[in-house]
């Protein structure tokens, strides 16, 4: 007989500190408490990649509507503000420093699309402010920005929605529910795969800070280094000072489902390895990253690979999950499609394609005030997130790692945890006492 098991959103944070910390449930009050028009005044930090979509995400909940722009360069920030003119028919306030934006009081709710080592600190200065927050996967640059953002969270009772958009999708809630259910048997591993075209960036070396971009902001609390294009706009992704590489980068939404999908948190060993192989080029990241993430407890496994180029799809997968029980395996493609397969013979099983709209879950939770209505609550930003950062010190290390999920370290491993966290550039500093 398939086992069955009650599903909650909250259940794979389990074996993780982030478990002991439950956010309440305030009382409900109606949408009037926003500003004009009844709807929930949001802004968008940062809007030249990810931002763009959180405009246009916003923009079409009818309880809701972006009444602030924020971006460091000012170009790009007077590009969008008029396409959103054109659009929308109407003047969108326009800021370059975000702390601007967290002291106006007519903004309910923050959406921080910047580069990764800004995320936990916009997120903590905004919810100081009063102001509810979706922010973008990962939703930390290390790990210790995590237990950061979930105590932030509960001390001032705001709203977190991580954007980990699979998480709102119909189809993605029925496959984890099967997989609670038993229908491929005992689910003992998950693979996460992101086989995405990424090219040579180049060397475009170091030049002056063009006009119009505030640098010094941009930053923020990573350490101070020349301009270069290698940074900015984009290829940051691929510098440990601001991103995480893919695996902090698309990959947060494979091991967000690989988490969800097995219902664990964080693991006991783990082991990666990786480097460059096709190009000798200036990324600081490893372009080929394979890592493996065990559970002996549970007795379950997460692996998760990423490659540059497209040699071939996996069960036609080339980014989404794999998941593999003793009756049998489902396959993931993208944000809102799974298919399952049974038995030796691989028979077709239940199989759905739906999205759904994360931006909308997030208003909803935020109109009611109910932190338990997300979809993708502040534990996912840290545990999600906090996977990848593990690959990353293996990788970096160069060895196997035991960890500690509890005190959330390396047991008696100075080196690696060195690295669960960073220097900040004062006045950019993820605080101690949130």
């Known amino acids: 007989m398939k086992k069955k098991n009650n599903i909650t959103r909250r259940d794979f944070i389990k074996n993780s500190t982030g478990a002991a910390i439950a956010l309440g449930i305030p009382t409900i009050i109606p949408a009037s408490a926003f500003g004009a028009n009844d709807k929930v005044q949001v802004a968008v930090l940062g809007v030249n990649g990810r931002g763009t979509d959180h405009i246009k995400g916003f923009q079409r909940q009818s309880n809701a509507q972006v009444v602030t722009l924020c971006d460091p360069d000012k170009v790009i920030l007077q590009t969008r503000a008029d396409e959103f003119e054109k659009t929308h028919g109407r003047k969108v306030k326009m800021e370059q420093d975000l702390r601007k934006v967290f002291d106006d009081k007519s903004v309910d709710a923050v959406s921080i699309a910047t580069p990764n080592h800004w995320h936990t600190l916009a997120a903590i200065w905004a919810m100081q402010a009063g102001k509810d927050v979706y922010v973008e996967k990962p939703g930390t640059h290390n790990l210790y920005e995590g237990k950061k953002l979930i105590e932030a969270a509960k001390k001032y009772n705001r709203v977190v929605q991580h954007g980990v958009q ?4 119909v189809a993605m ?13 005992n689910v003992y591993m998950a693979r996460g795969l992101v086989f995405k075209w990424r090219p040579d960036i180049g060397d475009k070396k170091t030049e002056p800070i063009p006009e119009g971009l505030n640098y010094d902001i941009w930053t923020g609390p990573a350490e101070m280094r020349p301009f270069s294009r290698n940074y900015v706009h984009y290829n940051w992704h691929w510098s440990w000072n601001y991103g995480n ?15 969800w999908g097995l219902n664990v948190g964080l693991p006991e060993k783990i082991t990666s390895m990786g480097g460059k192989f096709l190009w000798d080029d200036y990324k600081e990241t490893p372009e080929v990253l394979s890592s493996v993430y065990h559970y002996p407890k549970e007795k379950k496994i997460i692996q998760f690979e990423v490659r540059p180029w497209m040699t071939n799809h996996e069960d036609g997968v080339g980014i989404g999950n794999i998941f593999y029980g003793s009756e049998g395996y489902m396959v993931i493609q993208g944000y809102d499609k799974y298919e399952t397969f049974l038995g030796r013979e691989k028979k077709p099983g239940p199989s759905k394609k739906e999205g759904g709209d994360h931006y909308k879950n997030f208003i909803e939770a935020v109109v009611a005030k109910n932190p338990a209505l997300c979809n993708a609550p502040v534990e996912t930003a840290h545990l ?18 035991t960890f500690d999920p509890k005190t959330e370290t390396f047991p008696g491993d100075a080196e690696a945890n060195k690295m669960l966290g960073r220097a900040y550039r004062a006045p950019y500093t993820v605080p101690e006492k949130v």
């Open 384 to 401: 999600a997130s906090g996977l990848a950062h593990l690959g990353n010190i293996a990788y970096q290390t160069g060895r196997v790692l």
């Open 245 to 259: 590489g893919d695996v902090g980068n698309q990959g947060i939404h494979e091991t967000d489902l690989c988490m």
């Open 166 to 169: 699979l998480r709102s999708s």
């Open 173 to 185: 809630q029925e496959a984890i529910k099967h997989l609670r259910e038993g229908l491929i048997g």
